[in-house]
């Protein structure tokens, strides 16, 4: 990946200011509706010739079926060999002020319109002739077509780098492509079910009951036809304008690698994801082609609903173009290969269903409403998949090789359009089909039948198996390996080294446009020898190739030396709800506010691993700080975050002497408190033993009195004290009420007088 490091560094400095709003706004909607529109222009040739090139050439033109096949399968064979050609004509074209692409697909429309316009005449030629003439347009027509969609698809590229934004314009041009399907199937059937007499024919007299086609009515055919075919022409060239002028590429310089035509070629092809794909695509393609290109004849000669014929187009495509924007969704929520899944497993019973399928129209209308959902998928799904296996060899080789990879990719459509085409002939061959007759036998109804059947459940089955289970899930995660150093290597970058941020190369950048990350960009670091890692963010992209530069800190923590090597992994952390730090130094107590000062210098972080010793710096000291726990998990991120913070005790700190040894009492004092017999010592009245005159023992022991025990009070605690104080706490003593009020009843000198001398004594 290295050694194409130089490479993908020149298409960082590209970009100008208009992309880097796209990039960070996204492609405004009429850009995408006008690169969608020139998609049209080839969904309605292409189906046009898939649904009425077989009519046209066994009932208008009136060529052996044989001849049709080599026709077809010749066209399609050289179409085949055109795109790759044009792929790589495309890859090594030099950019312009138009762009790369443009210029091919304004260039080669008219050349496309003039011979598509004479493929739909009728020579007055011999079968032989008509073989050339009809071979011939049809190879130019498919040579021209090639120079037009293969640059359009792979604009798809250049269009946005980013992978919402291709998903999206592919969606949009699936829509677009439909509406053109639909669109060609009512132009055309608009101008030739006037006059196709198939089934309907008149018969003369004297031809022993066979049918065949007047010529006045093969005229107006042929007219039906002309008509069409300008109508379709003006349509084209009106298309390709919208989207010539609609639309701008980003000017990307492209990678030239020296590499020749054969050897790009088997790097693309043998290209582990995008042979899968492409292998899967080939056989559904196949099962699709079938499908079309039987289905007028299907119709006529199998259910003898041949009047109906551009009805059933019509609700074929009303059903794809609705369910397109639902399928878009769902493979947003469960994923491209289950909505893949899901829309093949539901074609299967469709494609069953016309073994036993009668003329009723109304069971018919519901079958290809169901088979409209399941075509939606075949469209949306390839297509919205190849951007993806693009990126993983871009990532893998360095090398833009967009083009080659669109044209062999529609040269796979065309194969499997080819294959279908030929197998049909033949199998109407061997099914009595006779030129000119507007009623064939019934075996040609019953060959149709099967041919509609067991090859395209078949071929549905192992695209299934090829793209559901054998081709794997893009790795959308970005895994590179760096020499690792420290920030200053860079001079003087403060502003990295005091933050949990890292500078990374402009090559990492463009691979993470291109990936399905999550913002923010988060990444795991591994010191794979130490068995270490932490997580950190990305400030700038402006490193050497190669490199990345961290903060000191983290080079501590991983464990690591200057220049050793480092693995830089993406990842989708948590958001943070708490966190709990242990200061490294006593000196961090001597912050006033120390939450305040963490959360300001938190906002140079990313994420928190636990156990990282992360560094801040306040009032030019640097503090280091333990990460001792994260909620909810072991790496969280904390960007927009509201996240609640806990400290630990700083590491050496000690509790103050006085303050232990004061505690210390306290605990003991209440240690002796709580082990201490509490002894009854109250007052016991008479509790003596009395003593006799004559020395005798006898009858001194007191007699026992009840008495009752005071329960002994424990003071309580004064934990308001504080320290360098003393209080005295005084108890005040119960009085007892009635000596209480005798002493209130006391008066002094209040009682009376007394005489020596009685009354009445003289």
């Not at 960082?12 to 222009?41: Q, T, V, Y």
């Not at 066209?75 to 074209?93: F, S």
């Not at 860079?490 to 999550?518: C, F, N, W, Y």
């Not at 001597?590 to 710096?617: G, Y």
């Given at each position: ?616 710096k306040y009032n030019e000291r640097n503090y280091d700080m333990l990460v001792l726990e994260t909620k909810p998990d072991r790496a969280v991120s904390i960007i927009e975050c509201d996240m609640n913070v806990d400290f630990a005790p700083p590491v050496g700190y000690k509790e103050p002497e006085s303050w232990k040894k004061a505690q210390g009492e306290e ?68 009085t007892n009420n009635e000596a209480t009020e005798d002493e209130k009843s006391f008066e002094a000198f209040s009682g009376t007088g007394q005489s020596l001398r009685k009354k009445g004594r003289k």
């Amino acid at each position: 990946m290295n050694t194409h490091n130089y490479k993908i560094n020149e298409d960082m400095h590209s970009a100008n200011a208009d992309e880097l709003w796209e990039k960070s706004h996204g492609l405004p909607i009429w850009r995408k509706i006008c690169f969608a529109i020139g998609g049209i222009p080839y969904q309605i040739t292409s189906t046009v010739l898939g649904f009425f090139m077989s009519i046209f050439l066994l009932e208008v033109a009136q060529v052996q079926p044989a001849y049709v096949s080599v026709i077809v399968f010749g066209g399609k064979l050289w179409y085949a060999m055109t795109d790759p050609i044009c792929g790589y004509l495309v890859n090594r074209t030099k950019p312009t002020s138009w762009g790369i692409y443009r210029p091919w697909i304004l260039l080669t429309t008219p050349f496309a319109c003039v011979t598509y316009f004479c493929f739909w005449a009728v020579p007055d030629y011999r079968e032989e002739g008509k073989l050339v003439w009809y071979l011939t347009f049809y190879c130019l027509f498919q040579g021209f077509l090639s120079g037009v969609h293969v640059p359009y698809t792979s604009m798809t590229m250049s269009f946005s780098t980013s992978q919402q934004d291709r998903d999206s314009i592919t969606t949009y041009r699936m829509v677009a492509e439909a509406i053109g399907v639909m669109t060609g199937v009512i132009i055309q059937g608009h101008y030739i079910k006037k006059h196709r007499t198939a089934g309907a024919c008149n018969k003369l007299s004297g031809s022993l009951n066979s049918t065949v086609s007047t010529n006045n009515n093969l005229i107006e055919q042929i007219n039906s036809y002309h008509d069409a075919s300008v109508t379709i022409v003006s349509l084209y060239i009106a298309c390709i304008l919208v989207c010539f002028y609609g639309t701008k590429e980003h000017k990307v310089k492209q990678v030239m690698s020296g590499d020749g035509f054969f050897r790009g070629l088997r790097k693309v092809l043998f290209f582990r994801p995008y042979l899968k794909l492409s292998m899967s695509v080939l056989f559904l393609s196949l099962a699709i082609s079938i499908t079309q290109g039987n289905l007028a004849l299907f119709c006529t000669y199998s259910l003898g609903m041949g009047k109906y014929f551009s009805t059933f187009i019509t609700i074929i495509m009303a059903s794809t173009i609705c369910s397109l924007p639902v399928w878009h969704f769902i493979q947003m929520k469960i994923g491209k290969k289950r909505t893949f899944a899901a829309g093949m497993l539901m074609f299967i019973p469709v494609l069953l269903s016309q073994l036993f399928l009668r003329d009723s129209f109304l069971v018919y209308t519901i079958i290809l409403v169901f088979a409209g959902l399941s075509i939606a998928v075949s469209l949306l799904l390839p297509w919205s998949m190849l951007p993806d296996v693009i990126d993983e060899f871009y990532l893998t080789h360095g090398q833009h090789k967009d083009a080659i990879f669109y044209s062999f990719y529609v040269f796979l459509n065309k194969l499997a359009t080819g294959l279908a085409v030929a197998s049909s002939q033949f199998a109407l061959k061997y099914g009595g089909y006779r030129v000119g007759d507007c009623e064939q036998p019934p075996g040609v109804g019953l060959a149709l039948r099967y041919l509609m059947i067991p090859g395209p459940i078949i071929a549905v089955v192992i695209a299934l198996f090829g793209f559901g289970q054998m081709f794997p899930e893009m790795g959308r995660s970005f895994n590179q390996t760096y020499r690792c150093y420290s920030v200053t290597m860079l001079g003087e970058r403060d502003d990295v080294e005091r933050g949990g941020k890292i500078i990374m190369p402009p090559s990492a950048l463009d691979q993470l446009t291109r990936l399905h990350i999550q913002y923010p960009m988060l990444f795991k670091l591994t010191n794979k020898k130490k068995n270490r890692e932490t997580h950190c963010g990305v400030l700038e992209f402006v490193a050497d190739e190669g490199r990345i530069y961290i903060p000191y800190w983290m080079m501590t923590n991983l464990l690591l030396t200057e220049g050793d090597l480092i693995q830089v992994e993406n990842v989708s952390l948590k958001v943070a709800t708490f966190a709990r730090f242990q200061p490294q130094s006593v000196d961090f107590l001597d912050i006033t506010n120390p939450k305040a000062v963490l959360e300001n210098m938190l906002r140079s972080f990313a994420c928190l691993t636990t156990d990282d010793i992360i560094s801040i710096k306040y009032n030019e000291r640097n503090y280091d700080m333990l990460v001792l726990e994260t909620k909810p998990d072991r790496a969280v991120s904390i960007i927009e975050c509201d996240m609640n913070v806990d400290f630990a005790p700083p590491v050496g700190y000690k509790e103050p002497e006085s303050w232990k040894k004061a505690q210390g009492e306290e605990e003991m004092a209440s240690a002796e408190v709580d082990n201490m017999d509490i002894e009854d010592s109250s007052f016991k009245v008479f509790s003596g033993a009395g003593n006799r005159l004559d020395g005798k023992k006898k009858g001194t022991e007191p007699s026992p009195i009840e008495t009752t025990n005071a329960v002994q009070k424990r003071g309580i605690p004064d934990y308001g004290y504080k320290k360098g104080t003393i209080k005295f706490i005084r108890t005040q003593r119960q009085t007892n009420n009635e000596a209480t009020e005798d002493e209130k009843s006391f008066e002094a000198f209040s009682g009376t007088g007394q005489s020596l001398r009685k009354k009445g004594r003289k």
